[in-house]
């Protein structure tokens, strides 16, 4: 499994730079921040996780290192502080995230490191809630959003127990990233009115567009809340 963790240098500080009628400023920087850059990571196969912003996670199986130049490339062109970059792999998502941390602590600014692919498959789980529009209709948004909430942290628990690394997609929609040694125990989950699709492959990209064709193969046949779509 690979992680590449990206760092924002003296971020509080551009923060407070900025004055106290702020925080519009701050969530335009950062959600520009974050479009170019998913589509950057995207074009390489990967998936950009915001984390808190001052720090991003790529999950970054099968990227290499011409790759994540350019990458950096998007980052050095908008970001309005300098940043530095680390690459590592590891038996799980959080192993690898953990030695990339270690590592990006001994670079300075602009500098990045990189560590090669060592070859494993990775598991997208996209959870998805039962008939959420419906249930939107019924109530009001912040009682859905409530619901989602709910699902954001049964994903994070699970997350946790398979070390692996999830996100929120928007909608009623949470991704999990693990690797394939976790597989048995998400395709034996049973949660209450969510539908999981499972896709198995090199890179993120590639587990995530699996994962949305197990997710419409549900939809299509119903009766069953878990499907699993594996890469050749």
Same mark, same amino acid.
């Given at each position: 499994?690979?992680?590449?963790?990206?760092?924002?240098?003296?971020?509080?500080?551009?923060?407070?730079?900025?004055?106290?009628?702020?925080?519009?400023?701050?969530?335009?920087?950062?959600?520009?921040?974050?479009?170019?850059?998913?589509?950057?990571?995207?074009?390489?196969?990967?998936?950009?996780?915001?984390?808190?912003?001052?720090?991003?996670?790529?999950?970054?199986?099968?990227?290499?290192?011409?790759?994540?130049?350019?990458?950096?490339?998007?980052?050095?062109?908008?970001?309005?502080?300098?940043?530095?970059?680390?690459?590592?792999?590891?038996?799980?998502?959080?192993?690898?995230?953990?030695?990339?941390? $270690?590592?990006?602590?001994? +670079?300075? /600014?602009?500098?990045?490191? &990189? #560590?090669?692919?060592?070859?494993? =498959?990775? %598991?997208?789980?996209?959870?998805?809630?039962?008939?959420?529009?419906?249930?939107?209709?019924?109530?009001?948004?912040?009682?859905?959003?409530?619901?989602?909430?709910?699902?954001?942290?049964?994903?994070?628990?699970?997350?946790?127990?398979?070390?692996?690394?999830?996100?929120?997609?928007?909608?009623?929609?949470?991704?999990?990233?693990?690797?394939?040694?976790?597989?048995?125990?998400?395709?034996?989950?049973?949660?209450?009115?969510?539908?999981?699709?499972?896709?198995?492959?090199?890179?993120? $990209?590639?587990?995530?567009? +699996?994962? /949305?064709?197990?997710?419409? &193969? #549900?939809?299509?046949?119903?009766? =069953?809340? %878990?499907?699993?779509?594996?890469?050749?």
């Amino acid at each position: 499994m690979k992680v590449t963790v990206i760092e924002l240098l003296n971020y509080e500080g551009w923060i407070s730079g900025l004055g106290t009628d702020r925080e519009w400023k701050v969530q335009t920087v950062q959600h520009r921040l974050y479009s170019e850059l998913q589509k950057a990571v995207s074009e390489h196969g990967g998936f950009l996780v915001p984390m808190t912003f001052h720090h991003m996670l790529i999950i970054a199986n099968g990227i290499n290192q011409e790759a994540h130049d350019k990458i950096y490339d998007t980052m050095k062109s908008i970001s309005p502080v300098p940043y530095r970059a680390s690459s590592a792999t590891g038996k799980t998502l959080v192993n690898a995230e953990r030695e990339a941390f $270690r590592r990006l602590k001994t +670079l300075n /600014a602009w500098q990045t490191s &990189f #560590i090669e692919d060592d070859g494993s =498959r990775l %598991v997208a789980a996209h959870f998805d809630i039962d008939s959420y529009l419906r249930r939107l209709e019924s109530g009001t948004i912040v009682e859905a959003m409530a619901q989602v909430n709910e699902l954001i942290t049964s994903v994070n628990m699970i997350s946790k127990e398979v070390e692996g690394v999830s996100a929120y997609l928007g909608g009623d929609n949470v991704v999990l990233f693990a690797g394939e040694d976790s597989l048995e125990k998400l395709e034996n989950l049973e949660l209450e009115s969510v539908k999981i699709g499972i896709g198995v492959a090199v890179n993120a $990209r590639e587990s995530l567009k +699996l994962a /949305a064709e197990a997710l419409a &193969f #549900i939809r299509k046949f119903r009766g =069953r809340h %878990v499907k699993v779509i594996k890469a050749p």
